[in-house]
C-alpha cells in the first residue's frame, strides 16, 4: 500500500476509536480499561488521549500473575509515569501445575472479578481485534457480560448503523471493543506515525521477536529479524503465519478460544 | 486496512460461507495455519471439508453447519481490499443479519439456483431489509451452477426472478450486477469456469470491485454534526461526528431539538486543531457558552434548517417480534420512549405488497406514526440517512428497525 492510503485508513480506523471510547465515556458510570503493555492495549492508551485531550480519563488495570517478562514490568513502570495512568495493578495467583486454559480461565478471570467488584466499573475497554482470531471477529463493540462474565454468544446484542445500546444485565458489565476493525499491521503503523512507546520485547533480539506477548509461561518468541518498526511492518505485509501462533491458549483444542471468552477472558 | 465492507445475503444453505472459504483460499488472503485448522476440525467431526469451517468457527455452527452470528473475513485482491460480512440466513437470527448488514458499503447476494433451492420468500426479505438499510449497490451470485450442469437458462431464470422483484421493491437496477458461480468448486469466483464458457461477463471478485468503484451511498448535503455528548474536563467542549456537510471553526451553530445557539470557538479533528472538519470526522467543537450532559442525542448544524425537532415521526419500520405496549427507539445515540405507536399499512416483505393495516406480523414491515416522549432532532432517511433512522425496542428487547418517511 502506499502511504496516502495508509494514512487516510489511519484516520478512518483512529476516528472509530475514538467515537466508540467517547461513547462509552458519555455512556457508563464507571468506566476502566485493561492494559497488558502489549502493542494493542498501548496503542488504545494513545487513541483514549487523541480523544480525551491529551490524558487518558479512565483507569488502567494490569491483571498481574507475577510472570510477566522484567520488560514488560519497566515498560509498565517508565508509561505509567510518563502519561500520568491512573494504574490498578491486581495480582492474580498462579499454581506451577497450571497452564493455558486453567491459567488464563480460572486466574486472570478472578483476579479481574475482584477488580470490577471492588470498584464498581460498569464497563471495561480491551483492545482485541478482529483479525486475531474466528472467534472475535463476532465480537460487538460494545458486548455486555453477565454477573459471572459469561459472553452471551448464542444471542448478542443488536448493533445497527453503528448505534451501540448500553443495556446490561444487574451486576453485569459491558466489554467495549474500540480496536475491533483494526489489523495487526494497522497498529505498527499508527504506533510508527504518532510515536507511540512500545515494549521493547516486540523487537527482534538474536534473530527472534514477540509478535504477541503474553505471560513468560505461554508466549514463545518467532523467528525475526524485525529490529525497528519500519522491518516490522515489511515482515507483516508479506508473512502467511498467524499472529497467535506463539500463544499456547489458541491451539490447545479447537475452541478453547471461545470457552475462554464464554467465562470472561479477553 | 479500510475496504470495501461488503455484506453477503440469502438463504440460508444457499452457500455464504462457503463462498466466503472459497474466495479467502483463492485469493490467498488467509493463512496456510487457518486452513489447517478448519481441516482438522472437520476430520474430528468426521466430515469432508467445507470452506465455510473457515469462517463458522463457534463450536455449534461447526457442529450444525450454520452460521449462528455475523462474522467477518478480510479478502484482499490486487489493490481492492474486500470484508465479507456473513451474516446468518435463519429468519429468526434477522437481529445478528441487521447487525452485520447495517455496516456494509454494498451488498452480495447468493441464491442457489438448484432444484428446490431458488428463490424463497428468506431471499426477499434480505433485499427488502438490505433497501431499508440503506444499501444501494449490489452483486447477485447465483449458486450452485454445477448442481445444474451450468445451464445457460437456469442461471437466467433467477436472476430475471430477482431483477423483478428489485423493481417492485424500488430499488436501483443500474448499481446491480449477476455473476453464475460455483463456490464449492471456485468457479467463476476468481478463475474463469470452463464449463460456463455461454457467460461472458468477469468473475465475481471482479465484478466485486468494479461495484465497489460506483458511486457511494446517498448522503444529504447540509451541515449535520450528531453530538457524543460534553467533555468532562470542560462544560464548553462538546463531542461529535459530522455525518454530513462540513464545518468550519468560527461558524454559529443551532443544536437541535433545543434551539440553543453558540459559536464554534475552536474546532479539533480526532484531537488534532483544525480549520474545517468534513464528512466522517470525529470532532471537537468549543463553544463560546457552556452545555449540559443532556445535549447528548442532539444534532448541531451551522442551518436553521438543516433538520427538524419533532416529537412525531412517520416512518417505515421492520418489525421483528410484534408490538407491545413498552415501545421506545434509539435515535441519533439515544433512547427515547414512544407514547404512541399507530400502524398505517402493513408490507408484505416477502412480495413487497403494501395494505392497509392495523398491526404489523413479526418480520414484516409497515408504516407507522409514533409520537415520542419527547422531542428528538430528525430528517428524512432519503435526505440525511444518519439522522433518518432508528432502532426500535419493545421494553429492553431488540424489535426492529426504522426509516423516517415524513
Known amino acids: 500500500m502506499d502511504d496516502r492510503m495508509i494514512k487516510q485508513d489511519l484516520n478512518k480506523l483512529e476516528e472509530r476509536s475514538i467515537y466508540v471510547m467517547r461513547e462509552a465515556k458519555s455512556n457508563f458510570k464507571k468506566v476502566a480499561a485493561l492494559w497488558s503493555m502489549g502493542k494493542d492495549s498501548t496503542t488504545m492508551l494513545a487513541l483514549a488521549r487523541q480523544a480525551f485531550h491529551g490524558k487518558v480519563p479512565f483507569p488502567v488495570i494490569h491483571i498481574d500473575n507475577g510472570i510477566d517478562f522484567p520488560e514488560t514490568y519497566e515498560f509498565r513502570e517508565r508509561l505509567a509515569k510518563k502519561w500520568n495512568l491512573d494504574l490498578i495493578v491486581e495480582k492474580s ?9 486453567a491459567c488464563c480461565g480460572a486466574n486472570k478471570t478472578v483476579a479481574l472479578r475482584k477488580v470490577l467488584d471492588r470498584y464498581g466499573f460498569d464497563a471495561l475497554i480491551v483492545s482485541i481485534r478482529r483479525d486475531e482470531h474466528g472467534i472475535r471477529a463476532k465480537e460487538r463493540v460494545f458486548s455486555p457480560r453477565d454477573k459471572n462474565f459469561k ?116 | 486496512m479500510i475496504v470495501n465492507r461488503v455484506t453477503v445475503l440469502g438463504n440460508k444453505d444457499h452457500g455464504k460461507s462457503t463462498l466466503i472459504g472459497s474466495l479467502l483460499i483463492e485469493t490467498g488472503s488467509v493463512s496456510e495455519q487457518r486452513i489447517d485448522d478448519a481441516k482438522r476440525t472437520s476430520r474430528k467431526l468426521g466430515r469432508r471439508f467445507e470452506p465455510g469451517y473457515i469462517l463458522d468457527s463457534f463450536e455449534e455452527e461447526r457442529l450444525n453447519e450454520m452460521t449462528i452470528d455475523t462474522t467477518r473475513a478480510q479478502v484482499r485482491y490486487k489493490e481492492a481490499g474486500f470484508e465479507f460480512i456473513d451474516v446468518p440466513g435463519h429468519e429468526e437470527l434477522i437481529k445478528n443479519m441487521l447487525s452485520g448488514a447495517s455496516y456494509a458499503d454494498f451488498a452480495l447476494l447468493l441464491v442457489s439456483v438448484k432444484q428446490g433451492e431458488g428463490i424463497t420468500s ?11 438499510l440503506g444499501i444501494r449497490k449490489l452483486v447477485v ?15 437466467e431464470e ?59 451511498r446517498p448522503t444529504g448535503r447540509n451541515t449535520i454534526i450528531q453530538i457524543q455528548g460534553v467533555s468532562e474536563d470542560s462544560n464548553t467542549a462538546v463531542f461529535g461526528r459530522v455525518v454530513s456537510g462540513s464545518l468550519t471553526r468560527g461558524s454559529r451553530i443551532t443544536i437541535f431539538p433545543s434551539g440553543k445557539r453558540a459559536k464554534v470557538a ?47 415521526i412517520n416512518a417505515l419500520l421492520l418489525n421483528t417480534t410484534g408490538l407491545n405496549k413498552d415501545a421506545s427507539i434509539r435515535i441519533n445515540g439515544i433512547r427515547v420512549r ?19 393495516s392495523d398491526r404489523i406480523k413479526p418480520l414484516n414491515a409497515g408504516h407507522v406514526e409514533l409520537i415520542l416522549e419527547e422531542k428528538v432532532a430528525v430528517d428524512l432517511f432519503e435526505r440525511t440517512p444518519e439522522i433518518g433512522r432508528f432502532v426500535f425496542y419493545s421494553g429492553k428487547e431488540f424489535s426492529g428497525i426504522g426509516i423516517v418517511t415524513g
Not at chain 2, 436472476?159 to 464449492?184: C, M, T
Not at chain 2, 478463475?191 to 457511494?216: D, N, Q
Not at chain 2, 479539533?268 to 463553544?287: C, F
Not at chain 2, 400502524?343 to 392497509?356: L, M, Q, R
Open chain 1, 93 to 101: 495467583e498462579i499454581k506451577p501445575e497450571m497452564s493455558g486454559f
Open chain 1, 151 to 266: 459472553w452471551n454468544y448464542k444471542n448478542q446484542v443488536a448493533e445497527i448503523w453503528g448505534d451501540y445500546s448500553s443495556e446490561k444485565e444487574a451486576d453485569g458489565h459491558v466489554r467495549v471493543h474500540p480496536l475491533l476493525d483494526w489489523n495487526e499491521v494497522d497498529i505498527w503503523n499508527y504506533i510508527k506515525r504518532e510515536k507511540v512507546p512500545m515494549n521493547p520485547l516486540y523487537f527482534s533480539r538474536d534473530g527472534y521477536r514477540y509478535r504477541s506477548l503474553g505471560c513468560t509461561h505461554c508466549t514463545t518468541p518467532v523467528k525475526s529479524g524485525a529490529a525497528d518498526i519500519n522491518h516490522i511492518i515489511r515482515e507483516l505485509e508479506k508473512t502467511k503465519i498467524e499472529e497467535r501462533q506463539g500463544r499456547d491458549q489458541d491451539k490447545e483444542k479447537a475452541f478453547v478460544m471461545e470457552k475462554l471468552r464464554a467465562l470472561g477472558y479477553m
Open chain 2, 122 to 132: 428468506q431471499t426477499k426479505r434480505h433485499l427488502f431489509v438490505a433497501k431499508m
Open chain 2, 141 to 155: 451470485a447465483v449458486n450452485k451452477l454445477d448442481a445444474v450442469g451450468y445451464s445457460r437458462e437456469a442461471f
Open chain 2, 158 to 216: 433467477v436472476s430475471d426472478g430477482v431483477g423483478r422483484y428489485l423493481a417492485r421493491i424500488g430499488f436501483p437496477s443500474e448499481n446491480v450486477r449477476f455473476v453464475p458461480i460455483s463456490a464449492y468448486n471456485a468457479e467463476n469466483l476468481v478463475r474463469p469456469s470452463k464449463a460456463m464458457g455461454w457467460y461472458r461477463g468477469r468473475c465475481l471478485i471482479e465484478v466485486l470491485a468494479g461495484v465497489a468503484r460506483l458511486a457511494a
Open chain 2, 266 to 312: 475552536g474546532l479539533l479533528v480526532s484531537g488534532r486543531s483544525k480549520k474545517i472538519a468534513g464528512r466522517g470526522d470525529v470532532v471537537t467543537l468549543e463553544l463560546d457558552s457552556p452545555v449540559g450532559p443532556d445535549i447528548k442525542g442532539s444534532v448541531a448544524s451551522d442551518s436553521d434548517t438543516a433538520c427538524v425537532s419533532s416529537s412525531k
Open chain 2, 338 to 356: 414512544c407514547r404512541k405507536v399507530s400502524v398505517k399499512d402493513e408490507v408484505d416483505v416477502s412480495t413487497g405488497e403494501c395494505v392497509p
